[in-house]
C-alpha cells in the first residue's frame, strides 16, 4: 500500500506563488509516476502535472506549462509542484496521486493511489 498526504496549500493573491507537497510511503511499485491533479467546484478532476518517480522526467498541462514546475526528492519521498504566476483559474483542490510508470500518465484513471487533496485558493 501506499500513502499520500499533500501540503502547502493555502489562500494567495494573483501572481503569487505557493508550493504543494506530496509525501510518499509504503511505496509498493518498483517504477512509478507521480501526479498532480485539481478539481474545482463544478468541474472534473483535470491533470496538472506528472513525474518518474526514478528519472525525473516530467510532463505538464498546457494550461500550468511555463508557470508551475514539479520535482522530487528521492531522500524525502516527496515530490514537489511549485507554483508561479498564479491565476484565479488555478484555484482548486489539489491532488497527488502515485501508479506504475506505464500507460498514460496523464490519465487519473490510471493512478490507483490518491492523497487527501490540498485546497489552493487564489484571490484576485
Known amino acids: 500500500q501506499v500513502q499520500l498526504v499533500e501540503s502547502g496549500g493555502g489562500l494567495v493573491q494573483a501572481g503569487d506563488s505557493l508550493r504543494l507537497s506530496c509525501a510518499a510511503s509504503?511505496?509498493?511499485?518498483?517504477?512509478?509516476?507521480t501526479g498532480w491533479f485539481r478539481q474545482a467546484p463544478g468541474k472534473e478532476r483535470a491533470f496538472v502535472a506528472a513525474?518518474?518517480?526514478?528519472?525525473?522526467?516530467?510532463i505538464y498541462a498546457d494550461s500550468v506549462k511555463g508557470r508551475f514546475m514539479i520535482s522530487r526528492d528521492n531522500a524525502k519521498n516527496t515530490v514537489y509542484l511549485q507554483m508561479n504566476s498564479l491565476k484565479s483559474e488555478d484555484t482548486a483542490l489539489y491532488y497527488c496521486?502515485?501508479?506504475?510508470?506505464?500507460?498514460?500518465?496523464?490519465?487519473?484513471?490510471?493512478?490507483?493511489?490518491w492523497g487527501q487533496g490540498t485546497q489552493v485558493t487564489i484571490s484576485s
Open positions: 496521486a502515485v501508479g506504475p510508470t506505464f500507460g498514460v500518465v496523464t490519465d487519473r484513471g490510471i493512478y490507483p493511489y
Open positions: 509504503g511505496r509498493t511499485f518498483s517504477n512509478y509516476a
Open positions: 513525474i518518474l518517480w526514478s528519472s525525473g522526467s516530467a
